[in-house]
């Protein structure tokens, strides 16, 4: 689909509020992305949703993470399954974006190839702000139900801008203060079934006023999955690397203030449980195991070095200059998926990190078919 516009929900009041008023206007579509997860869930895994559910809050323990560090978001995923009329259990498990999709591995014993997405940023020099971008790739069943979420607190003067589906708290975004984060799925590193589950790092991270504030609160909590997030104000911008027991910095400084990341680990070599699993599918289908290994060379490391390689050479130090790398069909950066199980490009978000006039560009599906929508905040 061509020339979409995203859709647009705006938020206020407490975050059960907040998460009522999401589920009602959007009933009907968050009903329809739940039951294609379901369908997709049922598929892959040869198995009742019900039966899967069980088994996922029996095997993991993410509920006291999140109780300690996000029971306000906690509370808005309550409202949103209240007004969608749903099941908590199943509008939870859609708040898990890289927990779910890692927890179904465990149960195939197999090393599928997760979200595919592509991180950038340049760090600002002189007048010209910092910027931050990704390409959000996805399963394609998800096309149809992007959403920017346009959030102001009750209780504070904090507004978001947060770019994700239907029925989902988050997926990336920034606040009115040029503070945002990106967030890339690394399958490789270590994962931990009581960390804080990533959707609620990301907008807990959008609570902060500053890239120092935001980067302390990522350091501070336990990480449930392996994920780089690059986050940034207008300040400075850091490329992190976290996982069940590490945050690692995946490279202080890239040539000339660039940044880019893909979906394997740069320098956290937390990776044991990884590690064991391929010894072990090794040893039982030596196939698959070259077959997975073929996938990340192909996918992840070589998207990794062009990116690399279009950044350092990039001359247009602009949002413009960003959006002409996301739409690369090379590598590709851009991808369009070939049908509901590939993944595409549900979107590309462009963030200026500037203190006093943020923006965030967004388009619904992939950039170089679609157009930017642009997003600003209200002035102080």
């Not at 595919?116 to 931050?132: D, E, L, M, W, Y």
Request: proline share 3%; hydrophobic share 35%.
């Amino acid at each position: 689909m061509k020339n979409k516009e995203i859709k647009v929900l705006k938020l206020i009041g407490t975050p059960y509020e907040r998460g009522i008023a999401h589920g009602e206007e959007l009933r009907k579509d968050i009903q329809s992305h739940m039951e294609l997860w379901a369908e997709n869930t049922e598929k892959e895994l040869n198995m009742s949703v019900k039966d899967y559910l069980k088994r996922l809050y029996t095997k993991t323990d993410f509920l006291p993470a999140i109780c300690r560090y996000a029971p306000d978001i906690l509370d808005e995923v309550r409202g949103i399954a209240a007004g969608a009329n749903l099941p908590f259990d199943v509008v939870l498990a859609r708040q898990l974006s890289d927990e779910e999709p890692w927890f179904r591995n465990t149960i195939k014993y197999g090393l599928d190839i997760g979200s595919n997405c592509t991180s950038v940023g340049i760090k600002g020099k002189g007048s010209r702000q910092n910027i931050i971008a990704q390409n959000m790739d996805c399963p394609k069943y998800y096309d149809g139900y992007q959403l920017v979420l346009d959030i102001k607190e009750h209780d504070s003067d904090l507004e978001y801008k947060i770019f994700t589906v239907t029925g989902k708290v988050s997926l990336c975004g920034m606040n009115n203060y040029g503070v945002g984060i990106t967030c890339n799925t690394v399958l490789q590193l270590n994962f931990s079934t009581r960390g804080l589950a990533e959707d609620f790092v990301v907008r807990k991270s959008l609570q902060c006023k500053s890239y120092e504030e935001m980067i302390n609160f990522l350091n501070s909590v336990p990480h449930a999955s392996g994920q780089n997030y690059l986050l940034g104000g207008p300040t400075d911008i850091v490329s992190l690397e976290c996982s069940g027991n590490k945050k690692v910095v995946a490279t202080k400084s890239h040539k000339n203030g660039r940044y880019y990341h893909t979906n394997h680990n740069v320098n956290n070599d937390d990776t044991s449980i990884f590690d064991e699993a391929l010894l072990l599918l090794r040893k039982r289908d030596e196939e698959l195991y070259n077959n997975i290994q073929a996938r990340f060379k192909k996918d992840t490391y070589r998207r990794f070095e062009f990116a690399k390689d279009m950044m350092i050479s990039l001359g247009d130090l602009s949002v413009e200059g960003i959006k002409a790398v996301l739409a690369s069909h090379d590598a590709p950066l851009c991808k369009h998926g070939e049908d509901q199980s590939n993944n595409f490009t549900l979107g590309s978000i462009v963030m200026e990190l500037d203190r006093n006039n943020p923006k965030m560009h967004v388009t619904c599906g992939p950039s170089c078919c679609n157009p930017y929508q642009e997003f600003s905040f209200e002035k102080k």
